[in-house]
């Protein structure tokens, strides 16, 4: 039981390059999120997803693409990468049946850290 | 809008004393509430959840709709309780769940 999994683990990149953090999990959760952590800050969220198809936009999305092509995946993509990017990048999933969210639980990846230099 | 604050970005105590770290939430609808915690390099994972109304690790947190808080609380800190931790609020409709900035708990040996 994987549970949500992301890659890379570390990742150095240069400005102006790009790259996709990939996000999987095999846990059949409709929701789907990307948070970025800035160091000693809190999370702020980028995208989510609340379905295969569906994509919308969180709290600071500038700079970022997503696209939820099946259940399992949601791939975020950095175009022209800045020095302002540079955080842990944190994809989590939860199941959420009907309007409630009751013993719903959201499932975090173990974080992607990402220097822009 | 919903919207969660936790007004301490650190709090500091020392081993033993008692721990309260403050999440106020705006809401307009039922709240569902929850509290996250984050060890040091490592994910996030759910510590507890209002609608279970249990102790968790000896936390605790009571949901008070007059005062619109949920503040998690346990009576005697220690050393491996340090952490960030995170209230959250479930909301209605297609909307994710909305995260505070987190509290960062140091307990002192």
């Known amino acids: 039981n994987a549970g949500v999994t992301q890659t890379p683990k570390f990742r150095i990149l240069k400005i102006g390059q790009s790259m996709t953090l990939q996000c999987t999990q095999d846990?059949?959760?409709?929701?789907m999120y990307w948070y970025r952590q800035d160091p000693g800050m809190g999370l702020k969220l980028i995208y989510y997803s609340v379905g295969a198809g569906i994509t919308d936009k969180g709290e600071v999305p500038n700079g970022y693409n997503v696209s939820r092509s099946t259940t399992e995946d949601f791939p975020l993509r950095l175009e022209l990468a800045a020095p302002s990017q540079t955080s842990v990048y944190f994809c989590?999933?939860?199941?959420?049946?009907?309007?409630?969210?009751?013993?719903?639980?959201?499932?975090f990846g173990q974080g992607t850290r990402l220097t822009v230099v | 809008a919903q919207r969660v604050t936790q007004p301490e970005k650190l709090l500091s105590v020392f081993k033993g004393a008692p721990v309260e770290l403050k999440c106020n939430y705006s809401y307009s609808g039922s709240p569902e509430l929850f509290w996250y915690v984050q060890y040091s390099r490592q994910r996030l994972q759910l510590l507890l959840r209002h609608i279970s109304r249990e102790s968790i690790k000896g936390f605790t947190a009571d949901l008070n709709k007059g005062e619109t808080s949920f503040h998690l609380k346990k009576p005697f800190a220690q050393e491996e309780d340090s952490a960030m931790y995170y209230c959250?609020?479930?909301?209605?409709?297609?909307?994710?769940?909305?995260f505070g900035k987190g509290t960062r708990l140091s307990v002192i040996a």
């Open positions: 846990m059949n959760h409709n929701y």
């Open positions: 959250a609020l479930g909301p209605s409709g297609n909307t994710p769940l909305v």
């Open positions: 989590a999933s939860t199941l959420r049946l009907g309007d409630r969210w009751g013993n719903t639980e959201a499932f």
